[in-house]
């Protein structure tokens, strides 16, 4: 019999943050695949810590590099597709032999996440269930106790990485927004959000429901950079009720 | 003492999408309150329904209307105004008698959720947590097997209310696409899809993760109109890896 793969989302950080089904599959597990940047443990498999069986088989998936190689350069598609289609063969091999495999990524699978390059290399001969978890902008909209689409409301979600032209651009076409990847694209996110006039209302979260989380006001934050993983959120608001 | 509110994100419809902090804050739960259609019990209500102690007070909160009146007419807002109103009063008087209320609701309760007009009355005066929910549409993608957003990837929610023109717009500034409120806009979504060259990547999501789903490409949907919850996806792909 064929194992099976199961692509847990785990949510934004705190372990009860976890749906009920990916805890039951995740107390099931005998072997958990994860994604690690060298030197670190994971995210995600430091999501689940409290709840892996110490018998659990960990397959550590480490990536070749993380900022060394710019996003930009020809090699890293290659490179990063190189790695995926080695994660992807080394589950293969474990399906092959019957083994059922737990794929853990932290906020939802499907919404930005490695796991997605796997599951493109897979779907055909494998079976994958996806099981969805809430997602890391979710949790920051909660803990800064901002609701963030309304009614009619566009939400888009933004990219920092994007040229100021560019994210005035779809900041001007859209209600709501949560900006991602903000790191050393701070200046220009806060320069572009004064430029449309919404730096009032955006909200700036650090380490969302995580130890070490801070929230403000973006106008209150004199930081000149901040970590990749910040997000800014500009809540929308078409009907007042 | 007085109370506090916790509201609660249900996830998109599947009990077992719940997440563990909900799940406990309900077991817990004395006094649960929830909004519902006239004639319905409530799709949050129905999530919980094997969860909710016996003994748990149900607080019903029902829309004065829903399709009766038109969004945009003057009226709407007015009375909706005034419904949401009542309704944090009823909490605001429980909290002030010393109780704890959870308020249910589908989905992630700060993406479109009608919980976000009883916050708004009652955070200056209470203490309120947020615990965020499964997105509907991260039910809906996973269940469809379809990854939304990669990389740089600029994601759009966009409601199908939307005149063509805009719809259009937005549909070319975003890389990916979930498109929300099809019902009677599903001739007119389709068009612009067409037109903005997305239809053959458009896949159709009717009751994600529920009893009746129905998943399939867009473009082999022959039908003239889809239930209002339904949604359109459109994924993204910026980078093949």
Redesign the interface.
């Known amino acids: 019999m064929q194992g099976r793969l199961f692509i847990l989302?785990l949510?934004?950080g705190?372990?009860?943050?976890?749906?009920?089904?990916a805890?039951?599959i995740l107390r099931e597990a005998r072997h958990v695949a994860f994604f690690a940047k060298a030197g670190r443990m994971g995210h995600a498999r430091g999501i689940v810590a409290d709840l892996l069986s110490p018998t659990a088989e960990e397959l550590r998936f480490e990536y070749p590099f993380t900022t060394e190689v710019a996003?930009e350069h020809p090699s890293y598609?290659a490179r990063?597709?190189e790695f995926?289609a080695r994660c992807a063969a080394t589950l293969a091999t474990r399906m092959d032999a019957g083994q059922n495999i737990a794929l853990l990524c932290e906020g939802?699978?499907?919404?930005?996440?490695s796991a997605?390059?796997l599951?493109?290399r897979l779907?055909d001969e494998y079976t994958?269930e996806?099981?969805?978890?809430?997602?890391g902008m979710?949790?920051c909209?909660?803990?800064a106790?901002?609701?963030?689409?309304?009614?009619?409301?566009?939400?888009?979600?933004?990219?920092g990485?994007?040229d100021a032209a560019s994210l005035l651009?779809?900041l001007q076409?859209?209600d709501a927004a949560v900006i991602m990847?903000i790191g050393r694209n701070l200046p220009k996110i806060r320069a572009v959000l004064e430029q449309a006039g919404l730096l009032s209302r955006a909200v700036y979260v650090e380490r969302g429901?995580m130890e070490g989380e801070r929230i403000m006001p973006l106008a209150a934050l004199a930081d000149a950079s901040a970590p990749y993983f910040a997000m800014v959120l500009v809540p929308g608001r078409q009907?007042?009720?």
């Open positions: 989302g949510g934004p705190d372990p009860e943050l976890m749906t009920l089904k805890a039951r996003l598609a990063m597709g995926y939802d699978a499907f919404l930005y996440g997605m390059y599951f493109d779907r994958v996806i099981i969805p978890g809430v997602a979710s949790g909209w909660s803990r106790q901002t609701p963030i689409a309304h009614g009619d409301d566009v939400l888009s979600v933004l990219p990485t994007l651009a779809r076409r859209c990847k429901s009907h007042n009720r």
